[in-house]
């Protein structure tokens, strides 16, 4: 059974930084890409980022290119997502989520974390 648990998020400061985790198992971690989407109280789910199953390519949505990134750890079977110049308009549960880009929309996601950016 694939599970995904995400932790790290919190309440910082705009202009601040998160680190956030998410610990996979139930499958076959090195071998799939990985992607964060995120879900802004009362609005849709939004894709974050994708990574490749071996790390060598990242891709970001337009709203976080620049500030955030999103490694993973294939030896730990974690994925990480590095939040930098945190803006309000960044609050939402964020997820980890199998698969690449839009794709990932639909995959199985982990119960989330939940980041708030406020002064």
């Known amino acids: 059974e694939v599970q995904l648990v995400e932790s790290g998020g919190g309440l910082v400061q705009p202009g601040g930084s998160l680190r956030l985790s998410c610990a996979a198992s139930g499958f076959t971690f090195r071998l799939n890409p990985m992607s964060w989407v995120r879900q802004a109280p009362g609005k849709g789910l939004e894709w974050v980022s994708s990574?490749?199953?071996?790390?060598?390519?990242?891709s970001y949505a337009d709203s976080v290119k620049g500030r955030f990134t999103a490694p993973r750890d294939n030896a730990e079977n974690t994925l990480y997502l590095q939040l930098n110049s945190l803006k309000t308009e960044d609050t939402a549960m964020y997820y980890c989520?199998?698969?690449w880009g839009a794709g990932s929309l639909g995959a199985v996601r982990g119960q989330g974390t939940q980041v708030t950016v406020s002064a």
């Open positions: 990574i490749t199953a071996n790390g060598g390519t990242t």
């Open positions: 989520a199998t698969g």
